[in-house]
């Protein structure tokens, strides 16, 4: 398994550049499961979670070609023929973001059977809501086996039913059964009005798409949306945004390090909370522009609480990051997660390097600054990898992070960026690993 060995102390300085957003990019290539006619997307990252993804189609029929251009890289779908409406198991358990087939599939096929993702480090991750939804619009859900067995009757038995409008009311907000039940929709007889939606940007981002795929929808990024059903979708080209996860890490970076870090080929108005309680913890944060964020740390860090909420809220996905950094503030910051059960895996690391952290159910206490210390640690999910590099950065001595194969689910060409700014980062592959162990993913 590759390793990351950091030695830290380095300010970070410079330009780094981010890529398109995986939780962009998952939606928008299931999107392409509505359609006949070939979908092209661009700025898709090549991570890992991509790269799953892309198997997961091909395994169903569907032809993903990557064309890599000076200019642009291009992936280009076709689902033409769908020989096999089946997401199997051995590629769901890797990416369980794989539930996002679930709808565009019952809508184009009026079958599909897909492998109940089960659940991963940071939680148990149901998808409870979105078969809910779903049978509103018609479709009979089975679970058997580990499969949900999914088909809209049409009396003949033969699957090839249509979903039917109706009213949706999420019980709680969520991202990818909005984003399923929104391509259930595009392609269902009627209107279905969605209640309760998730707002992400990458919601806006797959609506985007589909819109452009001639689908009828109103209100994406609001708590509302209005959808009218219609009988096809065309094919479209579309470019994803960047990821604002990736941008609000490498701003963390610059901040942590004491540096003075241009992030660029990012969408400041995605990161608004981001850059708000960064700039109360007491780093500068200028927008350059409609496409990069400068940040320098001015002085000394305080403390400042965080409480993870949907967005426009405090991202779930930003708080282990953010906890890396309140190590290095003056004063007590508490950090409240309020959208998994068990996202605190990397306090237990940031410990073994010198934080002082103490975890009380959902909420955990973070007292600082505290001098960090090189370790061997050890990654157990996407965003709390990141929190470890982030917390090497400034660790006095070489840190080896162990498992970065989680990383690389979702950051692409990591290290090579981070070099290019003057950290102090090298991939160690270890030859003699045992097969990698498949990992859920988030
Ligand atoms: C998406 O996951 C993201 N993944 C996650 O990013 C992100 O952390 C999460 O949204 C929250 O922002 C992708 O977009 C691929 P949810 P998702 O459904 O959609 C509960 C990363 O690091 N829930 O919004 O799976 C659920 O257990 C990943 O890139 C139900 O109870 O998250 C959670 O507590 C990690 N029943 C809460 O809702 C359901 O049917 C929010 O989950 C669905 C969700």
Do not use: W
Request: with cysteine.
């Amino acid at each position: 398994m590759d390793k990351f060995v950091i030695r830290g102390g380095n300010p970070l300085s410079g330009v780094i550049r981010v890529s398109g957003a995986k939780n962009s990019a998952l939606p928008c290539m299931a999107a392409a499961l509505l359609t006949e006619d070939e979908v092209t997307l661009e700025n898709i990252p090549k991570v890992r979670d991509i790269e799953t993804e892309r198997r997961l189609l091909q395994s169903m029929g569907a032809e993903v070609a990557l064309r890599e251009g000076e200019a642009q890289d291009q992936t280009t779908i076709s689902c033409r023929r769908l020989s096999d409406p089946v997401a199997r198991y051995e590629i769901v358990k890797t990416m369980r973001a794989s539930s996002l087939v679930l709808g565009p599939l019952i809508a184009r096929m009026g079958v599909a059977r897909v492998a109940m993702p089960g659940g991963c480090a940071i939680g148990g991750r149901p998808i409870d809501l979105h078969i809910k939804a779903l049978e509103k619009m018609g479709a009979a859900i089975a679970q058997e086996h580990g499969y949900l067995e999914a088909r809209v009757g049409t009396g003949t038995g033969n699957g090839a039913g249509r979903l039917h409008g109706a009213h949706l009311v999420f019980d709680r907000i969520t991202v990818t059964g909005t984003e399923d039940l929104l391509m259930a929709a595009v392609l269902a007889e009627g209107e279905t009005l969605m209640e309760n939606c998730a707002r992400e940007p990458e919601v806006v981002d797959l609506a985007a798409l589909l819109t452009a795929m001639g689908a009828k929808i109103e209100g994406a990024g609001t708590a509302t949306m209005r959808v009218e059903g219609v009988t096809s979708l065309h094919g479209a080209r579309y470019r994803i945004n960047p990821d604002r996860i990736e941008a609000g890490t490498f701003l963390i970076a610059g901040a942590i390090t004491g540096g003075d870090l241009t992030v660029a080929d990012c969408n400041p108005a995605h990161l608004g909370a981001v850059i708000a309680k960064l700039r109360e913890a007491g780093v500068q944060v200028d927008a350059l522009g409609e496409d990069a964020v400068r940040v320098h740390a001015a002085g000394r860090l305080v403390a400042a609480d965080i409480s993870t909420e949907e967005y426009p809220g405090f991202p779930t996905d930003m708080q282990a990051q953010y906890m890396a950094l309140a190590t290095q503030a003056e004063g007590v910051s508490l950090v409240r997660e309020n959208i998994f059960e068990n996202r605190f895996m990397h306090v237990q690391e940031l410990v073994r390097m010198g934080a002082n952290i103490k975890v009380e159910g959902s909420m955990a206490t973070v007292r600082g600054p505290t001098r960090l210390s090189a370790a061997a640690v050890m990654c157990s999910d996407l965003r709390a990898s990141a929190s470890l590099v982030l917390g090497a950065l400034v660790a006095e001595g070489e840190s080896i992070i162990d498992r970065v194969y989680h990383m690389d689910r979702g950051y692409e060409h990591f290290e090579e960026k981070l070099l290019g700014v003057g950290a102090q980062i090298q991939r160690m592959g270890n030859v003699f690993a045992p097969r990698e162990a498949e990992t859920v993913a988030g």
